[in-house]
């Protein structure tokens, strides 16, 4: 094998891990772009807050609270509540990334979102050939798909009607999944457990998204501090791997050798 | 009346709103010496993240409020919990829990 086919399965073996998620992303963000489209976007506007806001649930906020002529600056600052989760996204992704670049990092941070975080978080944390590199490809295939998307669907504009409870669900589908690849014991369901349940109670109380970021930050630590205190006990059934962790294990490693077949 | 000119406005401020959590983190934990502590910590971020989102899709209006918005999205979403274990493909998660929801929505 020469030099340009290893590249060339360079980009294409990263395409293939970032395709299921650039799929998912056609259905949200065609619903995206009618949305927009309906509350005032032209299609280069639909494309340029596509690329530069780069976030689903912003779109789709921006979509609905202009709808409702919500002014410029509640707008923005309902934005930051809901963005600021994306602190917690790239402060758990650092360990990772720090031996690049300073101005690698800003162009990293600028096309990072939920989705290819969740992806990119599972190949570092499972697969030693993955790089900061191979990360911002994830990110820009799947901005590609979601901008396109955006935009096509800024087009057909009315054309179609969509129900959009069942669109939004693509995007539980992917949380759902991504929740369950993070599950390693006992332990991380009991912390899923809980996060849920204080999310809701504080996004209630506070009347803000402002509540998940909380709920994600006390389970999180509520995890962590319960795993410090476990540790020395060899049998801790709460840390005991599960089945379906073993078998992630053997999935990664087929996966592995599946990539790497033609060396 | 809102122009373009609005919309370029608010997208371009939209923007830095956006950034502004996603950059300043990474460059301030990749560049200083971070207590192993809070790797451990931020090792349980994802679980508790996403499913924090799922339940605010499930459980919580557009409103802040408390409701169960369909069966339908309850049912199916236990479903993606079971598929996702099942088949680690992200692919085949989405579309049974789209197939799911469509199917549940119409019956229930």
């Known amino acids: 094998m020469n030099e340009v086919d ?16 650039c799929l998912s992303y056609i259905p949200i963000g065609l619903a995206c772009g009618i949305l927009l489209h309906s509350s005032g976007f032209n299609i280069l506007l639909t494309g340029l807050v596509s690329i530069l806001v780069f976030s689903g649930g912003a779109q789709f906020l921006i979509a609905s609270m202009l709808a409702i002529h919500a002014p410029l600056l509640q707008v923005l600052l309902m934005l930051l509540f809901l963005e600021l989760r994306y ?25 990072m979102n939920d989705e290819n975080y969740a992806i990119n978080y599972l190949k570092f944390a499972t697969d030693k050939n993955w790089n900061g590199h191979k990360a911002v490809m994830v990110n820009h295939y799947s901005m590609l798909f979601w901008t396109v998307s955006n935009m096509i669907g800024s087009t057909i504009g009315n054309l179609i009607h969509f129900d959009v409870n069942i669109v939004n669900f693509t995007l539980t589908a992917l949380f759902g999944y991504m929740m369950v690849m993070q599950v390693k014991n006992w332990l991380s369901i009991g912390v899923a457990a809980l996060s849920g349940m204080l999310s809701v109670w504080l996004m209630i109380v506070l009347k803000s998204t402002m509540g998940l970021v909380i ?28 089945h379906l962790h073993r078998r992630k294990g053997q999935f990664t490693d087929v996966k592995e050798t599946s990539d790497n077949h033609e060396d | 009346m809102r122009t373009n000119g609005d919309y370029l406005l608010l997208i371009i ?24 502590w809070f790797d451990e910590w931020m090792k349980y971020i994802p679980v508790a993240l ?41 692919g085949i998660t989405v579309i049974a829990g789209l197939i799911s929801i469509l199917i549940f929505s119409y019956v229930l």
């Open chain 1, 215 to 242: 709920a994600t930050l006390i389970a999180s630590f509520v995890g962590f501090l319960i795993e410090h205190s476990l540790e020395g006990h060899k049998h801790a059934f709460l840390l005991r791997g599960l």
């Open chain 1, 87 to 111: 602190a917690l996204l790239s402060a758990s992704l650092s360990p990772f990334m720090k031996k690049e670049s300073l101005g690698f990092l800003v162009y990293f941070a600028s096309s």
């Open chain 2, 50 to 90: 996403f499913t924090a989102l799922i339940a605010k899709d499930v459980f919580v209006t557009s409103t802040y409020t408390f409701n169960v918005n369909s069966a339908a999205e309850v049912i199916s979403t236990l479903l993606v919990f079971l598929i996702a274990a099942r088949t680690k493909s992200m």
């Open chain 1, 6 to 21: 290893e590249e060339n399965q360079g980009w294409l073996a990263v395409f293939k891990i970032a395709l299921p998620l």
């Open chain 2, 13 to 36: 401020l939209a923007a830095i709103v956006a950034f502004i959590p996603r950059v300043v983190p990474l460059l301030y934990f990749t560049k200083r010496k971070i207590p192993a």
